[in-house]
C-alpha cells in the first residue's frame, strides 16, 4: 500500500516510535547513571545555580541592533535587527540552544549591515519569545515555519534572504519548500535537508550513534534537569568542550557562555527548545498530509556551509546535497578547524564566503 494510505502512516508512527524509545530508555539510564555519579562527587555543585535576573552586558551591546517585538501568529518574537529597514531584509534563524545572540558575528559585520536589514530573532520557545505550551505539539516545524513566514511580513518584507543554522536551517529548509517566494536566497549552516538526511543515514548508519542524543531528548522532563544541573554545565559542555565545542576557543568568550547559560535558564526555554527534537516522529512518519504540498526542489540559489569538525552531523552529509538533485542552484562549502557552531567558530570565513557568493548571485537589490 502507498505512503498516502493512513494504515500504512499510522504503523510508521508506532514503529518510529517503538524504535526510538527503545534506544530512549537505553540512552537514558546510561546519561543518569553518568549523572549520578557526578552527584555522587560534587552535590553541592550539582545543584547550585547563579542568579540572572537581567541580561548580561554582551546580550545588550548596542553595536549589535536594536531590540523589539512583533506579534505573529498568536505569539510574540522577539528580535534585534541592524541596517536600514530601507534595505532588503537578511534573517538569521538560530538553533538549540541558542537565540538571536548566535549571530553576533554577523550582526556586527559592516558589510551586512550596508547592503541588508539584517535581523536575528529568537524563534518560538526560545530566549525572550513567547514560550505557548506545555505540550510538543505548540513546536511542530511546520507551526515555527508560518510564526517565520507571518514574521517576514509583519516586518514589512515580501522576501529576504534566509540564514540558517542547527534546527534553524531545518525550518529554512521547509519554509524554502512551502514558501519559495518568501525566499530569494537560502544559506544553510549545519543541517541537512530531510531527504538527503535520510538518505546519508541509510547509507552511513554511523551517523545514528552521533545522533543518541535526540532519543534521550525523547524522554519527558529528564533531560530539562540534567541540562540544569551543575549551573547549566551543559552549555559550557556543548560550546567548549570536545567533541563538540568551538575549535577556535577565543571565539567563544566567558561572556558568550553566560549569554547562553541565562538563556537557557529563562523560564520554559529548555522544555521549548526540546519540544523541537519531541516532534522528530512526525517529521520522520507523519500521520496527517500537510494542508499544503511543499515543492519538491529548491528554486532559489543556495548555500550550504558546514564545519570539517562537526560532531554532531557528518560533514559528508554537506556535500551529498550537491548530489541530491534537489536544488536547482547549491554551492557548498566545507569549512576549515570549525565545529558545528560555524558561524561563531570561524565568522570571518563564514561572513567572506557569504558576501562573495551572495555577490555573485546578483546585487543585493535583486
Known sequence: MPDSCLPVRIFKRVACYLVLWTVAAVVCVTTLLQILLRVWRSPRKAFSWSKRKLPPAQYLDPALGRHECVNVNGIQLYYVASG?????LMLMLHGFPECWYSWRYQMKYEQFREQYRVVAVDLRGFGRSSKPSFFPGAYHRDVVVEDVHQFIKALGYDSCVLVAHDWGGSIAFQLARMHPEYVDKLVVMDVPDDRVCQSFILANPSQLKKSLYMAFFQVPFVPELVMSMFDYGFINSAFRKHPLGVVNKDRMSDGDIEVFKWNASMYRTLRGGLNYYRNLPSLIAPIQMPARTPSKRYTM????LWGDSDAALDPNMATAHEDSGLFDDVTVRIIPQASHWVQQDQPDVVNQ???????????SAD
Open 84 to 88: 536600514s529597514p530601507d534595505k532588503p
Open 353 to 363: 564566503l557569504m558576501l562573495t557568493w551572495l555577490q555573485s548571485c546578483g546585487s
Open 301 to 304: 540559489p543556495t548555500l550550504i
